[in-house]
């Protein structure tokens, strides 16, 4: 027996898999709260990219994914890596690729993203006010899929498409560049999202982006995020290794 939960059928005796995240179905039809995971998701935006494999290395046994930012200078005024650096980090580590796309046509680039070594492909609301053609596109693509939103752009306009995502991106900065300070207003979107995500039973993902540290994590998480990308915080550390020690240990203190 199938059935469809967001973009694709699944088999009602493997468990009902809803954001990325395989959990017990309990019978047909009924879907229980996930529990979901605190993860932290350093962002190679803040490490020295003169030894990256090196700075990935360091702290891969301490985070559970790796977030890149894809930045095209168009939709973002900055420009920062693209498909060779992500092959060639894909055989040091076997950590998650979590990409973020802060690009006006990242679905061009599906394809080349999964040869590449990605796992997950987030886009932003800005750029597809109706996504759930591109979120067809990668799917198709054999990509996760996630949508992310900027600080001025209300929760409302993710709010009809929750069903098609992996993970919810609610950025608390605005994108571009690293370093810039936590904007504490996102949190009432984190909020928001995570009522939505829980009351259709998703084991969707929420994450969090930009101006993360020990400081703020827990706050984060008491919204409802799970997923914490921290650059500065880790890679600008004197011990990176220390620094998500540190927040994990406000997370789950």
């Given at each position: 027996m199938s059935f469809l939960v967001g973009r694709q059928y699944y088999e009602t005796t493997q468990g009902a898999r809803r954001g990325g995240r395989i959990h017990d179905a309990g019978s047909p039809g009924i879907y229980p709260r996930p529990v979901t995971r605190n993860q932290i998701a350093p962002s190679i935006l803040a490490a020295d990219f003169s030894r990256l494999g090196e700075e990935v290395r360091r702290?891969?046994?301490?985070?559970?994914?790796?977030?890149?930012?894809?930045m095209d200078g168009h939709f973002v005024p900055n420009v920062s890596l693209g498909i060779p650096v992500i092959a060639s980090l894909r055989p040091v580590t076997e950590l998650k690729f979590d990409c973020h796309l802060m690009m006006s046509n990242p679905d061009a680039y599906f394809e080349p993203l999964k040869a590449a070594g990605a796992d997950l492909a987030t886009v932003h609301m800005e750029v597809f006010p109706n996504p759930e053609p591109v979120a067809r596109q990668a799917g198709a693509a054999g990509l996760e899929f996630g949508l992310a939103i900027n600080p001025p752009t209300p929760y409302a306009?993710?709010?009809?498409f929750v069903e098609l995502c992996d993970l919810l991106l609610v950025m608390s900065v605005n994108p571009g560049f690293g370093g810039q300070a936590f904007i504490e207003e996102v949190l009432a979107k984190v909020e928001m999202a995570r009522k939505r995500v829980d009351s259709l039973g998703l084991a969707t993902d929420i994450e969090v982006d930009g101006g993360i540290g020990p400081e703020n994590i827990r706050r984060a998480r008491d919204a409802g995020a799970n997923?914490?990308?921290?650059g500065s915080s880790v890679f600008s550390a004197d011990d990176p290794v220390a620094a998500v020690a540190a927040m994990r240990k406000a997370v789950e203190g």
């Open positions: 702290v891969e046994a301490e985070v559970d994914l790796l977030h890149i930012d894809v306009a993710l709010d009809p997923v914490f990308v921290a």
